[in-house]
């Protein structure tokens, strides 16, 4: 399925592509993009670790918390700095995957890529530019999606797994959007809450605290760009107030849920991720 969409504020037109099936394995999702003329978009932590791989030749100039990139690739870890890329037009595809997938995949702790954002080449070396030169030989959607599937598929470490505990309760938490609370996590798996803070920091790469924020803050924004009242939001989010919702979307965003409701990434989310949860 493709999709063409004109982001607001700006003249550039997006190309957005879907898988016509769902990937080889759980809890990893893509999408392909072409924004055709300069760009420029603030990037927004998700509840899933992302990855970005471009194939046009033009590279990503990052600015944010963390300083200035220039990145052709990316990997973002859960809950990332808010940043803006600006580039003079964009071909890539965008994967997501969840904490769970993407412990298994991308062959390190998570807690070493908390909050951070990395080249690609740095986690997969001289593959990254090959898979990149394969996916701009690519004619089709298609064949990128099915190269970027075998990709991931080859890179399945299957001895590194989450422990099931730590899976229940991370999926307990994008269940509830959030609104889980730690210590009634622990009682149900019979742990301490220590240990299950411990575990689930090294192997999810949040604490349960942060990645519960992480994961009700996402489902606000987008109720936030659906355009439902922040007080409405943040009631039926879990949030104590108004003020609380707006200090949230300001950590995780760097600005104002009015500005941050109204950026053009968001506004092409429902499109390129009908289904924003990523639990197995």
């Known amino acids: 399925m493709r999709s063409v969409r004109r982001t ?33 978009l603030r990037a927004i932590p998700h509840p899933a670790v992302t990855v970005a791989v ?37 071909a890539c595809i965008q994967i997501r995957l ?25 986690l997969w070396g001289r593959d990254t530019p090959r898979l990149r030169e394969r996916l701009h030989q690519a004619r089709t959607w298609r064949e990128r999606f099915a190269l970027i599937d075998a990709e991931l598929s080859g890179r399945l470490h299957a001895g590194r797994v989450v422990e099931p505990e730590v899976a229940w309760a991370w999926r307990q938490i994008v269940a509830g959007h959030g609104r889980a609370r730690v210590r009634d996590l622990a009682a149900r798996i019979g742990w301490s809450r220590q240990r299950l803070w411990s575990r689930f920091g090294s192997q999810i790469g949040l604490t349960p605290k942060r990645a519960a924020m992480l994961v009700r803050f996402d489902n606000a924004i987008h109720r936030l760009v659906s355009g439902h009242a922040p007080a409405q939001v943040a009631a039926d989010g879990g949030y104590a107030d108004q003020s609380h919702l707006h200090h949230d979307v300001r950590a995780f965003t760097g600005t104002t849920p009015t500005a941050a409701a109204n950026e053009p990434w968001l506004a092409a989310d429902d499109t390129a991720w009908p289904a924003h949860g990523l639990t197995r």
């Open 8 to 40: 607001a504020g700006s003249t550039a037109d997006w190309e957005i592509a879907r898988p016509s099936r769902a990937t080889a394995l759980p809890g990893v999702d893509m999408a392909g993009f072409r924004i055709r003329g300069p760009v420029e």
């Open 54 to 90: 471009e194939f046009g030749d033009r590279p990503f100039d990052i600015h944010g918390a963390t300083g200035r990139m220039r990145l052709e690739s990316l990997a973002a870890g859960l809950a990332f700095r808010a940043f803006q890329a600006r580039a003079e037009g964009v």
């Open 98 to 122: 969840s904490p769970l997938a993407a412990y298994s995949v991308l062959g390190l702790p998570l807690a070493e890529l908390r909050g951070s954002v990395v080249a690609l080449d740095d």
